[in-house]
């Protein structure tokens, strides 16, 4: 850029000269053709021929003139071709050359650079001016002071736009597919599969494109939403609003509050959306026990991070845990019936109704590599099988996580997660006493993972998953069948923006009192793509 | 510090039976309440990546408690956020940070869990590195079709060392004005460290002057700043685009170009595939150069300046 500057520069004046030199010229080349009116003279000619010659040679030296700079300018070799932005002023280090001779000090290396570091760095340095060599200073490349953004005070950010691709503004806005092809050996593949978002019916499923939005609300809040639009069995869409809260970001002693409708912060998965996770489907555990749309609901949560040397928090919070979205709490459940009793679905009595989330979770670094982070969770509340009845489920995670030293692209690793739970389920007599029996039920299950990321964009991943369900004379609900699976993939992530994953399921599902034993096999083939700016993720 | 800390659980939880237990206990609660004073005392200092953190040492010395969250030897653009890194962050009062989205996969969500007000962009604790500097390559029209390209312009800026200069002029502002005692101290590093870097370019200048106008193969584009500040062309990748891994066609493609411009060098850095570049290399006569933006990605390069001693050093020995 600069040397079209440079040479066009040079050019100018020549053109000048060929313009103030052009007139005379002109008015003598018609000369010969009028010769017989106007015969020229000798000292005509020789006039010519002076003229001409000084011409060529005001020409000859305007054009060694252009050589020079364009040697000089190669020498220097500077934003030229390394794509810079466009820059007015000319290239100090080109400048420092030019000066050189004039100076005593031979051609050095700047040490300046104004096309880099702006001016208002340049008084503290110019402390040093014994340097008439190598530049040490380049405004091409440090545009304004540092001190510059001191001005932009707490206040400022009332107005400060997000950044997405380089344009301001906002919020982030960001839509996610997620498909897949399935095959099961079962031809109820949405009994067999627990999650909402999981594959639900042989050939194509699109269970999960979600809109994401996130940004600063102002200086005190941000904000999230979540809005999921997923395709029954039938292609009618449903749209469900998955999450939408605001959290706090400026309280004192490192406290957060969150409210609006969010994922209850218990164990390691559920707190995820779909798309994060490292498996095409929901462990066991987590659909059958906080449901197939995972615990989620419209509440509020607070959460600390105690001061000590390692992470260590505190969350704990409160959700209405109404609908299917509270699953195993007060959710009237499918036709008026949970657990084949009729539900009660009734208004909250009093916070006994509420689902209480209390979680601690502590994280260490076993090494410069490798990481522990370790939690307990609860959620504590009532059914709507019975007058009095409750739930309580607690959960333990552990997630260890081994990343190389000399990882590419976060690859390699590997990362080993568990989540044990145990989940107390009083049924009761259902509404107005219509159900003979009670029971309690002690259900618990486990899914432990491993993920080995053996390659730039490369995953393998197996899955064993767990699920004991009390058995029972009473119950005969499909969902009360103990079963266990076994789960292998291999996903190829193009960029962090896409992938596409190959996954082989087999079920086994327990004989109980009511249901007799089955196996199934599932292959799903998902893919997945982001548009736009999706937020990072979590550790 | 720590260690008392936890010689203090230790003491409490040991012995229950122990009569002074109570005692004990009030001594661990004097001791938690303590931790913010104690670590007061020096500015605490969080630095995203090592470049940064090696400015940082240079004018903080040891007035300052340094952490580093990113390894010198490992992708700047996919860090784990680590759960310790919340704890760092949450105790900073200064974040030196790239602020041209380098870090954009991994530090929003750290902040946010974070919860420190002190280091919240605007504020006198958040330095951006990128700040008053004037970054290359900055793209027209932003598509992910190109692979990963940063919308704001190459991140990878350290490397030129009169841009390092500004850095940390502005990290030495930033520590002068939360710690005003030691404002000189601060000062007089900065201007040590910017008479050390006008001494070396002339050094490094000259070592790199009969090289001047090579052409450069890398592995990955961060080194843009680089070849502007020695005149070098780092301009030919043995990625397709940013991000994406080399492909076969685009190998054979970049050999031919090696060949038709007798290129002799290949820079790779710690934690690329070095087989790939071997295999180009081996193809064409040419060197691979093991590169490193971070100071500690090489052996025996624990400041900034002897990272650019080895990298001129290293290239001029491959080019020559």
């Known amino acids: 850029m600069k040397k079209i500057i440079l040479v066009t520069l040079a050019i100018f004046p020549l053109a000048t000269v060929f313009a103030q030199q052009a007139p005379p010229a002109a008015s003598s080349s018609p000369a010969p053709t009028v010769s017989n009116a106007m015969p020229a003279t000798a000292a005509d000619v020789d006039a010519l021929r002076q003229q001409v010659q000084s011409l060529t040679d005001t020409v000859k030296a305007l054009q060694q003139q252009v050589k020079d700079q364009q040697a000089a300018l190669e020498k220097a070799n500077l934003a030229g071709e390394s794509g810079l932005p466009q820059n007015p002023e000319p290239s100090p280090i080109a400048g420092a050359e030019s000066a050189a001779p004039s100076g005593s000090a031979p051609p050095q290396f700047p040490t300046e650079d104004t096309s880099v570091v702006s001016s208002t ?65 079962a031809r109820d593949l949405d009994n067999i599969e627990v999650g909402d978002h999981d594959p639900q019916q042989r050939g194509f499923n699109a269970r999960n494109i979600e809109l994401a939005f996130d940004g600063a609300v102002d200086p005190y809040f941000e904000g999230f939403a979540n809005i999921v639009f997923k395709l029954d069995n039938d292609n009618e869409t449903e749209v469900e609003v998955e999450e939408a809260f605001m959290q706090t970001t400026s309280l004192p002693f490192n406290l957060q509050l969150k409210a609006g409708q969010f994922f209850a912060a218990f164990g390691r998965l559920n707190p995820t959306h779909p798309h994060t996770w490292d498996f095409a489907d929901t462990p066991l555990v987590n659909g059958l026990f906080l449901g197939p749309d995972g615990l989620r609901g419209v509440g509020a949560q607070g959460s600390w991070t105690l001061p ?57 670094n076993l090494s410069d590599t490798q990481t522990v982070l370790a939690g307990v969770s609860g959620a504590f509340g009532s059914n709507e099988t019975g007058a ?47 159900f003979p029996v009670a029971e309690t039920f002690h259900d618990w299950g486990l899914y432990s993972q491993v993920l080995w990321g053996f390659k730039k964009g490369w995953v393998a991943g197996i899955r064993g998953d767990y699920v004991h369900m009390q058995d029972s004379e009473f119950t005969d609900d499909l969902d009360r069948q103990s079963r266990w699976r076994i789960s292998a993939n291999l996903t190829w992530y193009p960029t962090e923006f896409s992938k596409i994953r190959l ?27 982001i548009l736009g700016s999706h937020g990072a993720h979590k550790f | ?114 919860r420190n007000p002190k280091i919240e962009i605007g504020k006198p604790g958040r330095a951006q590195a990128s700040q008053g500097i004037r970054l290359m390559n900055v793209p027209t029209n932003v598509t992910r079709a190109a692979g990963d390209v940063h919308a704001l312009g190459n991140p990878h800026f350290t490397v030129d060392p009169i841009i390092a200069k500004a850095i940390a002029q502005h990290i030495a502002q930033s520590f002068s004005a939360l710690d005003p005692a030691n404002a000189a101290f601060y000062d007089a590093n900065y201007k040590k460290f910017e008479a050390a870097i006008n001494a070396k370019l002339q050094e490094w200048g000259a070592t790199m002057l009969p090289v001047k106008g090579q052409h450069v193969v890398a592995y990955h584009d961060s080194w843009p700043y680089f070849a502007h500040r020695f005149g070098l062309n780092i301009d030919i990748f043995l990625e397709p685009k940013p991000g994406i891994p ?10 031919a170009q090696m060949r038709a411009q007798h290129i002799k060098a290949i820079i790779v850095e710690p934690f690329h595939d070095r087989r790939i570049a071997e295999k180009v290399a081996s193809a064409t ?27 001129v050093s290293r290239l001029a020995a491959a080019l020559k």
């Open chain 1, 503 to 529: 996954q082989y399921n087999q079920d086994f599902l327990e004989r109980n009192f009511f249901l007799s034993a089955r196996e199934v096999e599932s292959v799903f083939l998902q893919w997945e793509f």
């Open chain 2, 1 to 114: 510090m720590k260690n008392y800390f936890r010689s203090q659980v230790v003491a409490g939880i040991a012995d229950p039976g122990n009569r002074h237990h109570r005692c004990r206990l009030q001594l661990l609660a004097a001791a938690l309440a303590l931790l913010p004073l104690v670590a007061s005392a020096k500015l605490n200092v969080v630095a995203t990546l090592p470049d940064f953190g090696a400015l940082a040492r240079e004018i903080g010395g040891d007035k300052i408690n340094l952490v580093v969250l990113a390894k010198p030897t490992e992708d700047p653009h996919f860090v784990d956020a680590r759960p310790s890194f919340v704890v760092s962050l949450r105790n900073a009062d200064v974040l030196i940070d790239g602020g041209a989205e380098l870090e954009l996969g991994w530090l929003p969500p750290l902040l946010q869990n974070a």
């Open chain 1, 121 to 185: 760095t340049a008084p503290a340095v110019s402390g040093t001016p014994a340097l008439g060599g190598f530049p040490t200073t380049d405004t091409s490349v440090v545009t304004s002071g540092p001190e510059t953004i001191s001005s932009t005070g707490a206040g400022a950010s009332l107005t400060q736009p997000i950044t997405i691709g380089g344009g301001k503004n906002y919020m982030n806005i960001s839509l996610d597919g997620l498909f897949a092809l399935a095959y099961s050996s």
């Open chain 2, 246 to 255: 080399p492909s076969p066609s685009h190998l054979t493609e970049v050999i």
């Open chain 1, 308 to 364: 000590l040397p390692w992470y260590s928090q505190l969350i704990f919070a409160s959700q209405n845990g109404r609908g299917s979205t509270g699953f195993s709490f007060r959710n009237p459940g499918d036709d008026g019936m949970f657990f084949d009793r009729i539900t009660t679905d009734r208004e909250a009595r009093g916070l006994q109704d509420f689902v209480w989330i209390p979680r601690f979770e502590n994280s260490f």
């Open chain 2, 285 to 311: 006569g040419a060197k691979v150069v093991e590169f490193s933006q971070f100071p500690g990605g090489l052996p025996g390069t624990d400041s900034y300046v002897k990272l650019i001693d080895a990298l």
């Open chain 1, 388 to 434: 009095d009845s409750r739930t309580q489920i607690y959960g333990a995670d552990l997630l260890y996580k081994w990343k190389s030293s000399h990882a590419e692209g976060g690859f390699p690793f590997v990362k080993w997660q568990t989540e044990f739970m145990y989940r107390r389920f009083q049924a009761g007599h259902g509404a107005d006493d219509s």
